[in-house]
């Protein structure tokens, strides 16, 4: 039960030390609380944490114009931020985790506004059908946190220049592009700003949970802390990872996203293997490339280094049933 509600209002635009505040938020929750944190990305394309990311946004033409390339720590697909869009967080322990209640304070917040908003499938927010929050989830353990997109009077020409969605996915929602899928909130208020709409957020954080929220000051926390996780969140290998040469790539849409996967091969036996997905849950993305490895280099050894994965739930059992299918009959 939730005893305790606490606000912390980002300061700055850096997207690094904004990933490295919210993971070290996360690492510090208290049982029986929860933290709401507000923030803003300038000029920044945030990919999923098993994505791709020259698949997925322009980067030379991105950083030519002096945006930043960020990946954190969830899964989900690539968003761009700029000062027109609010970020939020909610941070909290798994036995109080509820992603309704959650999204009930987004809604709540919005419609004070006098805007209807609703949520969508598994992670959208929309007002008549356009989306305009997107949501992704992370756990660590017993530490959950639940972040999302709030998009007030965001660039849609830079959204749409700047990412590079594919058009499996475009289809599989049935839209033409990415800037038809989205608007903003000031399509529906013209006077709104992020300022109001923080107000809103913690009122309606407040009464949700029923409590008076507790005000954080970004500069009492850990600064050292603060920037190495800066330093992690901007470094080379975490937002590239390893070069590795593959011979041999296979792409599919499922409808819980799409996966990419590279194939480096040495007589006939899969040798190293990287594995690209937006799927909302990439900790099982991560665990199937050791499964794979070792495994002879066509569908029936693939499909039994497959059917060994871990998948305790039953969203993970569909997800390996729809690989182990795909690589039944995959032309390799």
């Given amino acids: 039960m939730i005893k305790n509600i606490k606000y912390v209002d980002g ?60 990946r954190r720590l969830s899964g989900g697909g690539a968003v761009y931020h700029d000062q027109g869009n609010l970020n939020f967080t909610f941070l909290i322990r798994k036995q109080d985790y509820d992603v309704d209640r959650q999204l009930e304070v987004i809604v709540k917040a919005v419609r004070k506004l006098g805007i209807k908003a609703e949520k969508s499938g598994r992670n959208d927010i929309t007002v008549s059908g356009r989306k305009f929050s997107g949501n992704a989830f992370y ?77 954080y000051a970004q500069n009492d926390l850990d600064q050292k802390a603060l920037q190495k996780g800066r330093e992690k969140f901007s470094s080379w290998e975490w937002l590239f990872g390893r070069d590795m040469k593959f011979q041999y790539e296979l792409s599919k849409r499922f409808i819980w996203g799409n996966v990419d996967f590279q194939f480096q091969v040495n007589q006939g036996v899969v040798r190293d293997i990287q594995l690209f997905s937006d799927s909302m849950d990439p900790d099982f993305i991560d665990s199937i490339p050791e499964y794979l ?36 009959s995959v032309e390799l």
């Fill in 11 to 70: 300061k700055g635009f850096d997207p690094y030390l904004n990933l490295a505040l919210e993971e070290y938020l996360m690492q510090n929750v208290k049982e029986n609380e929860c933290i709401l944190y507000l923030w803003q990305n300038e000029n920044t394309i945030v990919i999923g944490r098993n994505q791709n990311p020259w698949k997925e946004c322009k980067i030379h033409e991105f950083e030519r114009d002096g945006g930043h390339l960020v």
């Fill in 139 to 215: 756990t660590r353990g017993d530490r959950c946190y639940h972040h999302g997109t709030m998009m007030v009077n965001s660039d849609l020409t830079k959204l749409s220049g700047y990412l590079q969605v594919s058009k499996e996915k475009l289809k599989l929602k049935g839209v033409d592009s990415v800037r038809s899928r989205v608007t903003n909130l000031s399509v529906y208020h013209p006077d709104l700003n992020i300022d109001i709409l923080k107000e809103k957020l913690i009122e309606a954080f407040e009464e949700v949970y029923g409590q008076k929220a507790v005000i």
């Fill in 293 to 328: 490895k070792g495994c002879r280099y066509e569908n029936q050894d693939l499909t039994a280094g497959l059917s060994l994965v871990p998948a305790a739930i039953k969203a993970r059992q569909e997800m390996k049933e729809d690989l182990v299918i795909y690589f039944t």
